[in-house]
C-alpha cells in the first residue's frame, strides 16, 4: 500500500484500488488527460489474488489461480469513477461512471463485440478479449445522462459467471 496526495491508492488485502485513474496506470504518459480522474476499484481473487497462491516461488499476485486463463474463472471488477469538467457555455460538470465487468463463463461465445452465454443469451459487451460489461450506470447533468445505461440480458450480479 502507498499514498499519493493525501489517498490511500491500494489495499491489496481488500482488493481495493482508490485513487486516480492515472495512478491505477504509474501515471502512464497516455492517461494525462484524464489524470484528474478519480478511480475506485474492486475486485475478487479471480480477478487478482492478494497473495502468491501457485505454489511458484515468484512471490508475485496470481490472476485466475486454478483456471489455465480468465475464462470460467468467475473473476470480476468494478470501477467508479467521478470528476469535473467544464462544458462549451462555461458551466462546471460532475459527472460519475460506474462499470462492472466479468469473466466470461466457459461455453460463451463473442460474435460482432458481443459476449453470449452457452445458450445464446446476451452477456454484454466484450471488453479486454475474454471479459464483458453487464452493467454501466452513468450521470452526467450537463450531457443529459442520467442513471443505468446498460444491464445484461443474462444478469448483472457479480456472482454465478
Same mark, same amino acid.
Given at each position: %500500500?502507498?499514498? *499519493?496526495? @493525501?489517498?490511500?491508492?491500494? @489495499?491489496?488485502?481488500?482488493?481495493?484500488?482508490?485513487? *486516480?485513474?492515472?495512478?491505477?496506470?504509474?501515471?502512464?504518459?497516455?492517461?494525462?488527460?484524464?489524470?484528474?480522474?478519480?478511480? +475506485? %476499484? +474492486?475486485?475478487?481473487?479471480?480477478?487478482?489474488?492478494?497473495?502468491?497462491?501457485?505454489?511458484?516461488?515468484?512471490? +508475485?499476485?496470481?490472476?485466475?489461480?486454478?483456471?489455465?486463463?480468465?475464462?470460467?474463472?468467475?473473476?470480476?471488477?468494478? @470501477?467508479?469513477?467521478?470528476? *469535473?469538467?467544464?462544458?462549451?457555455?462555461?458551466?462546471?460538470?460532475?459527472?460519475?461512471?460506474?462499470? +462492472?465487468?466479468?469473466?466470461?463463463?466457459?461455453?460463451? *461465445?463473442?460474435?460482432?463485440?458481443?459476449?453470449?452465454?452457452?445458450?445464446?443469451?446476451?452477456?454484454?459487451?466484450?471488453?479486454?478479449?475474454?471479459?464483458?460489461?453487464?452493467?454501466?450506470?452513468? @450521470?452526467?447533468?450537463?450531457?443529459?445522462?442520467?442513471?443505468?445505461?446498460?444491464?445484461?440480458?443474462?444478469?448483472?450480479?457479480?456472482?454465478?459467471?
Amino acid at each position: %500500500m502507498y499514498f *499519493t496526495s @493525501n489517498l490511500l491508492l491500494t @489495499n491489496w488485502a481488500n482488493s481495493i484500488f482508490n485513487g *486516480t485513474y492515472c495512478d491505477a496506470y504509474r501515471d502512464a504518459s497516455w492517461c494525462q488527460q484524464w489524470a484528474d480522474v478519480e478511480l +475506485k %476499484m +474492486k475486485w475478487d481473487d479471480a480477478w487478482l489474488s492478494n497473495q502468491d497462491c501457485d505454489g511458484d516461488g515468484d512471490g +508475485k499476485l496470481d490472476r485466475h489461480y486454478g483456471f489455465d486463463s480468465y475464462i470460467g474463472s468467475g473473476a470480476w471488477l468494478t @470501477n467508479h469513477q467521478k470528476g *469535473t469538467y467544464t462544458d462549451d457555455d462555461g458551466n462546471e460538470c460532475n459527472w460519475n461512471y460506474f462499470v +462492472k465487468i466479468i469473466a466470461v463463463p466457459e461455453g460463451a *461465445t463473442s460474435e460482432a463485440g458481443v459476449w453470449y452465454n452457452a445458450d445464446g443469451t446476451e452477456i454484454g459487451p466484450v471488453i479486454w478479449g475474454a471479459f464483458a460489461i453487464i452493467q454501466v450506470v452513468e @450521470n452526467d447533468p450537463c450531457a443529459g445522462i442520467h442513471g443505468l445505461q446498460f444491464n445484461s440480458p443474462d444478469h448483472s450480479g457479480l456472482g454465478r459467471w
